[in-house]
């Protein structure tokens, strides 16, 4: 893919030699784009060689990786940030001042954080579920790893503790299934609560319609709702009106705030300010800021470490799962003496023909 790049586009080189890169052309700072197992090694070589890293989602394939970074940067005073673009999107910069502003009255008690994600698209997926070798099966989260930590660091971005509980339910769909794929969980469904009780749910899914991508926190007072797709960012007033004007002044204030949300987006476009990414320029940019005047970084390494933590304990809850069900399975086929068996290691003397049912 560089090679290819450095053919269509004025780039002066092409290396395919990270250490000959970083002696050569003595970058400043490296953007790491490569596939999720190797981002790791290349960012700690950057690192201890001196230069700025910016890493593309997901981080690092587990927390203890993602802590070892941010020591490494701390301990070399480098900056460090991953490419969570989401989070600076027009829309939910307008609802990060909203909080701080403190519209919700308080710190959060509850948010919801939606991702859907179109397996037809045939740029990706269908690579994916067509390649048995693909790199995305080798990651330990598989399709999810590469993919939900947009939707948890705008959890992770609002919880007060470093080690939250997380109860993690996840399946492979009904529509993959159909077609054999029998390993990419692409059903996710997640319960998260820190030490304040401040609680948030996680949903992903690859079948849902319409494929949201929204984000709700609600405080004591009041709540806010981002529609990432569309650009909305809508206020959720917490006081209701008396009697049945409650059922008639909210649908003019929803109005009022859609026609706000347009109006908004509308001039951003005349300003050339409403890139399809626009989160990834302003994240960019920030991160630039930080390392030329010392500004604070746009993502704090506290968030880049305890979202890698909540998603480790949600895929070693999904593989704990899979084994359980792995386990039933091969019950399921062999009979055994329940006093004795294991499900690695059924009954040798089994009769044929006797019942598996557990007594």
Request: hydrophobic letters at 40%; glycine letters at 4%.
């Amino acid at each position: 893919m560089a090679e290819q790049l450095y053919e269509r586009f004025p780039v002066k080189r092409c290396f395919i030699d990270l250490p000959e890169l970083i002696t050569e052309a003595q970058p400043d700072v490296v953007h790491i784009t490569t596939p999720p197992e190797s981002h790791f090694e290349i960012a700690r070589f950057c690192l201890e060689h001196g230069r700025h890293v910016y890493v593309e989602k997901p981080f690092t394939l587990n927390a203890e990786e993602a802590a070892q970074l941010v020591s490494l940067a701390t301990e070399k005073r480098l900056k460090l940030t991953v490419g969570h673009n989401n989070q600076f999107s027009h829309v939910a910069r307008r609802l990060r001042e909203l909080v701080d502003a403190g519209y919700l009255g308080g710190t959060p008690i509850h948010m919801e954080s939606y991702y859907g994600y179109d397996l037809s698209d045939p740029s990706y997926a269908r690579a994916l579920l067509t390649d048995s070798r693909h790199w995305v099966r080798r990651l330990p989260g598989q399709l999810l790893q590469n993919i939900i930590s947009h939707g948890i660091a705008r959890i992770a971005e609002f919880l007060s503790s470093d080690n939250p509980q997380v109860i993690a339910q996840g399946f492979v769909s009904p529509v993959l299934k159909r077609i054999g794929e029998t390993s990419i969980v692409d059903e996710l469904r997640v319960i998260i609560r820190d030490e304040d009780r401040t609680t948030a749910y996680f949903t992903f899914s690859s079948q849902m319609r319409p494929a949201v991508h929204e984000f709700r926190v609600y405080g004591p007072k009041n709540g806010l709702f981002l529609d990432q797709n569309h650009e909305i960012v809508l206020r959720l007033r917490g006081a209701k009106f008396k009697s049945y004007a409650d059922h008639f002044v909210p649908p003019v204030l929803f109005a009022k705030q859609h026609l706000k949300n347009l109006f908004e987006n509308v001039t951003l476009f005349l300003r050339r300010d409403f890139q399809m990414d626009a989160g990834m320029k302003y994240l960019i940019e920030s991160f630039y800021r930080s390392i030329r005047s010392e500004a604070p970084l746009p993502i704090p390494y506290r968030e880049i470490v305890l979202t890698a933590r909540i998603m480790d304990a949600i895929f070693d809850q999904l593989r704990s799962t899979r084994s359980i069900s792995d386990c039933d399975e091969r019950m399921d086929s062999v009979a055994f003496d329940t006093t004795r068996a294991r499900c690695d290691e059924p009954h040798r003397n089994a009769p044929k023909g006797s019942s598996n049912a557990i007594g």
